[in-house]
T-cell receptor
Framework: DVKVTQSSRYLVKRTGEKVFLECVQD?????MFWYRQDPGLGLRLIYF???????EKGDIPEGYSVSREKKERFSLILESASTNQTSMYLC?????????????FGQGTRLTVV | GENVEQHPSTLSVQEGDSAVIKCTYS??????FPWYKQELGKGPQLIID?????GEKKDQRIAVTLNKTAKHFSLHITETQPEDSAVYFC???????????FGSGTRLQVQP
């Protein structure tokens, strides 16, 4: 089975801190995504990457950046955490192939910024 | 960009009844429509998907229908069971954009 692993289940950070959320997938997928999940808003795309060192902004990139130095690892960075970034963060990686297909999700990181 | 609307936001049914969740999308170029189930404390998992060249797809108690003309698709769960209780998300994407656009989610509660 494909496995997408996020390094932390729960994080509590202070306002202004630099925060790193890590995601690793074990199936040699090219594409990786970061979403945030908020009640009533569903999942919103923050950034995605379709290859090493390649990245593209999603729908809500403000306040975030990403890093993809290795194919299996995609990091989400909060440059200066703010309380409105308190949320559930989900990493996903779709299967290979030309056609859109199943995306495999990590278990999520619940971030609280105080 | 794509916009996906999902209704209802909460749904409570009695065990054994059917449940229907509806979504509409805005981008006529969208051609892939998956449904995800998210259980408490877990990431979403795909339960069924449909492509734009098909009008209906069924997998045991779960079915999805797609109306391309009206740009809406629906999830149907028959003979609901308590373990069907979860949050369900619809999504849409199109060729050339692997990222999914999600609906706002439906919390389904199946009462025993």
């Amino acid at each position: 089975d494909v496995k997408v692993t996020q390094s932390s289940r729960y994080l509590v950070k202070r306002t202004g801190e630099k925060v790193f959320l890590e995601c690793v997938q074990d199936m040699d997928h090219e594409n990786m995504f970061w979403y945030r999940q908020d009640p009533g808003l569903g999942l919103r795309l923050i950034y995605f990457s379709y290859d090493v060192k390649m990245k593209e902004k999603g729908d809500i990139p403000e306040g975030y950046s990403v890093s993809r130095e290795k194919k299996e690892r995609f990091s989400l960075i909060l440059e200066s955490a703010s309380t409105n970034q308190t949320s559930m963060y989900l990493c996903a990686s779709p299967d290979k192939g030309q056609m859109n297909t199943e995306a495999f999700f990590g278990q999520g990181t619940r971030l609280t910024v105080v | 960009g794509e916009n996906v609307e999902q209704h209802p936001s909460t749904l409570s049914v009695q065990e054994g009844d059917s449940a229907v969740i509806k979504c509409t999308y805005s981008d006529s170029a969208s051609n892939y429509f998956p449904w995800y189930k998210q259980e408490l404390g877990k990431g979403p998992q795909l339960i069924i998907d449909i492509r734009s060249n098909v009008g209906e797809k069924k997998d045991q108690r779960i079915a999805v229908t797609l109306n391309k003309t009206a740009k809406h698709f629906s999830l149907h769960i028959t003979e609901t069971q308590p373990e069907d209780s979860a949050v369900y998300f619809c999504a849409a994407s199109k060729a050339g954009r692997r990222a999914l656009t999600f609906g706002s989610g439906t919390r389904l509660q199946v009462q025993p």
